[in-house]
């Protein structure tokens, strides 16, 4: 049996028994367009470490820690203490008012403040939100067969056992607990454990414009797209906004995947989180053929790009020393698992000693994993120690050898909002020493192609109503009146170009990629 229902006008949720529930698209879409958007999630809630500085209805942050650069362009929120309970924080009379009535806060927050000054886990509370729901659907979640209807993996997660089985017995113990405290909900443990479960397989992190993790989602038509490593759409918030964005064009009546995870990982990797996770085996397109960007490596004679089932360097025609690249392979992964343990060392000096090491196997290029990553991890440290020129050289990188591979597309919106981070810094590095260093690169001009570059593709990556569209704007015209460029110059003709392609830059681009080469070089040699 197939039942089809339309989700928007440009996808529909097909429901087949054998295989679970999908979205497909119900005409062609082209590469960059809104697909979904869901303006009011069943739940959006702040994390633990985000209750403080995030409105509990629309998401507005009063502060932003880890993304300094890009947050100093957002007016900050003002944030108030719901008097109940003094655990949650609105920025208006209007997102207090809301959240009580239409999103429930009235029912847990004498549950809250029973716990008070003890903070409920997110878990705990997102389960008791879903708790709430389960108990008033309505009839459009019918549709999706609601809260009810979520795929749990219970059997799963109990066959796997371990910790987070443990931790979903305990939690769904808890709540149950809490609930006995408020007059309106009482559930018992067995239900609150299928809640978690549930929880763990269709939620959704909420980032901010700059994907910095700040809250978890739960929304029916989110929870209907299936996974792929190779996705022709991704997942975005705007505040507590959730929309879906095609990456590639779509043709009429194939499926629309996003990715769970991080892609930045080989398949082996990709696999193993897949099945622990999500518990199926993955056979999207990248995970079946051999094709794997992320795992060519680099020749060791010309550093020329080598895909993964060569044996020779298609440029040079050099050998691949197989022993070598199998044993700089096995050492990435080591590094990687090491990085995924609880507690794991990710200061910088760690860090730059691993990459180092990757580095100076003279076999694994910016691409391969956890390289970018680690680049991305120390380029954010820098930033928030304030070390501008360190930060600009790991994001140069990025910028120059990984974004072209691991975010084909120019408007992929993590590599959009990646270089706006790199302009924001190269900002900073000219304030901080204009007269430049290395190979006296004119910021001014780099500047503004890069922030050309990015309005060019804003509206494909994240829509030109968007908050970052919004941000973008406002940034430009600064630099412009900054800078004191006037709006009748020679750089109006860049407008929508990207560095690459603006001619009066050329020189500028050479200079860039010589700072990466020698920079790179020194993180091989300095082992
Ligand atoms: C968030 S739900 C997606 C909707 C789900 N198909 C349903 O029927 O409700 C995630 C679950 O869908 C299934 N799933 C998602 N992507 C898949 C894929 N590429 N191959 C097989 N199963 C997948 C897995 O069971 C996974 O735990």
Redesign the pocket.
């Known amino acids: 049996m197939s039942l089809s229902v339309d989700i928007s006008e440009y996808a529909y949720l097909k429901d087949r028994l054998s295989a679970?529930?999908?979205i497909h698209a119900s005409q062609q879409i082209s590469a960059g367009t809104e697909i979904l958007s869901v303006e009011d999630p069943l739940i959006c809630i702040p994390d633990e470490a985000h209750l403080d500085t995030c409105c509990h209805f629309c998401m507005a942050e009063e502060s932003g820690e880890s993304s300094s650069v890009n947050q100093a362009y957002k007016p900050p929120a003002k944030l108030s203490f719901c008097l109940g309970c003094r655990v949650v924080k609105y920025c208006s009379k209007a997102c207090q008012t809301w959240d009580w009535k239409r999103k429930n806060h009235k029912y847990e927050c004498d549950i809250y403040k029973a716990q008070y000054p003890r903070v409920l886990p997110t878990a705990a509370r997102v389960m008791l939100r879903m708790a709430k729901h389960f108990l008033n659907e309505t009839p459009s979640a019918k549709v999706f067969g609601g809260i009810g209807g979520?795929?749990a993996?219970v059997e799963d997660f109990q066959k796997a056992g371990g910790e987070r089985w443990e931790m979903g017995n305990l939690t769904a113990k808890a709540t149950a607990e809490f609930s006995k405290g408020s007059k309106a909900v009482n559930f018992e443990p067995d239900f609150m454990r299928d809640l978690y479960c549930k929880l763990l397989?269709?939620s959704v992190t909420v980032t901010t414009q700059t994907f910095d993790p700040i809250g978890i989602c739960l929304t029916y038509q989110a929870?209907?797209?299936?996974?792929?490593c190779d996705p022709n759409a991704i997942m975005l918030f705007d505040g507590r906004r959730l929309s879906v964005r095609s990456l590639k064009d779509i043709a009429k009546d194939t499926e629309i995947t996003i990715s769970y995870i991080d892609n930045l990982m080989t398949r082996k990797e990709r696999k193993r989180e897949l099945s622990s996770r999500?518990?199926?085996d993955?056979k999207?397109s990248l995970c079946s053929t051999k094709t794997q960007p992320f795992e060519a490596s680099s020749c060791h004679k010309c550093s020329k790009l080598v895909p993964y089932t060569s044996n020779s360097c298609p440029s040079c025609q050099e050998a691949v020393p197989e022993d070598d690249l199998t044993s700089a392979i096995a050492q990435a992964a080591a590094i990687t698992e090491k990085r995924e343990k609880k507690n794991a060392d990710k200061s910088v000096d760690t860090t730059l000693k691993y990459i180092k090491s990757l580095y100076a196997t003279n076999l694994l290029p910016s691409t391969y994993p956890p390289n970018p990553q680690l680049h991305q991890d120390l380029a954010m440290s820098y930033i928030d120690a304030g070390d501008w020129k360190s930060a600009l050289l790991h994001l140069l990188t990025l910028y120059v050898r990984a974004y072209p591979v691991i975010y084909e597309k120019p408007f992929h919106p993590v590599r959009v909002v990646r270089t706006f981070t790199l302009a924001m810094v190269l900002i900073q590095v000219a304030v901080d020493a204009p007269e430049g260093f290395g190979e006296r690169i004119d910021f001014t001009k780099v500047l503004y192609g890069l922030l050309t570059e990015i309005s060019g593709n804003v509206e494909k990556s994240h829509g030109s109503s968007s908050g970052f569209a919004e941000m973008v704007r406002r940034k430009i015209q600064d630099v412009k009146v900054d800078m004191g460029i006037d709006s009748n110059q020679e750089t109006d003709k860049w407008a929508g170009k990207g560095l690459g392609g603006i001619p009066e830059l050329e020189g500028e681009v050479k200079k860039i990629i010589k700072m990466v080469d020698d920079f790179v070089l020194d993180l091989k040699k300095a082992v």
């Open positions: 679970g529930r999908f979520l795929k993996h397989i269709n929870a209907m797209f299936n996974h792929s999500y518990f199926f993955c999207c």
